[in-house]
């Protein structure tokens, strides 16, 4: 019996030992529970601080990225009002240089009518006073011919004939008349 006792001391001390290899490996199970569980809650929290600071770089590129493209945008427009000055600017340099050279030519064309229009009149007076030579010229050989015929007619008076005097007389009196007449 003394055996049986040894052995049921023994089984006893073999199941008190098994039931304390059990509670402890509940209770390591239990730890490795709770030290799992911290560890996945620090992890979420690790995780949660990640995206965090993830999105926090996200929003802070993508103002950057704003603030770029607004810069863009503003540089762009403020190069497209420079431009737009610069080709009003040549624009009106265009248009006055056309302005002038319309005056010019304008001037060049007036002159050149004042001067054919001078050139006419010049023309119009030299005609006119080589017409009044012509006609003094006329003049001055019809006076002559007609003093010849006075002094012709003296000469035939002189000699005796007054009744053809007369007759000559009034021929050259009428063509006298005639020639101042035209002047």
């Known amino acids: ?13 073999m ?3 098994d039931r304390e290899k059990q509670v402890e490996l509940a209770e390591r199970q239990q730890r490795n529970k709770a030290m799992d569980r ?9 995780k949660a601080k990640e995206e965090a600071a993830k999105s926090e770089v996200q929003s802070k590129i993508e103002q950057e990225e ?11 427009k403020e190069q497209m009002l420079a431009k ?20 010019q030519q304008y001037n060049q ?6 001067a054919e ?33 006075l002094l012709a007619l003296l000469e035939k008076s002189k000699t005796g004939n007054s009744s053809t005097l007369k007759k000559l007389l009034s021929a050259t009196t009428s063509s006298f008349d005639t020639a101042n007449d035209l002047t």
Do not use: G, P, W
């Not at 005609?127 to 010849?148: F, M, P, T, Y």
């Open 66 to 76: 704003n603030h770029l493209k607004e810069l863009s945008e503003q540089r762009r």
């Open 15 to 17: 199941d008190a030992i």
């Open 117 to 149: 229009e001078n050139d006419r009149r010049c023309q119009d007076l030299r005609k006119k006073k080589e017409d009044l030579l012509k006609i003094r010229h006329q003049n001055a050989v019809e006076a002559k011919r007609e003093k010849d015929k």
């Open 84 to 103: 737009a000055e610069k080709e009003l600017q040549l624009q009106m340099k265009r248009d006055n240089l056309e302005r002038i050279k319309k005056a």
């Open 38 to 46: 911290k560890r996945r809650f620090q992890l979420k929290q690790t």
């Open 1 to 13: 019996m003394e055996l049986l006792e040894k052995q049921a001391r023994q089984k006893e001390f």
């Open 109 to 114: 064309k007036e002159l050149l009518r004042k």
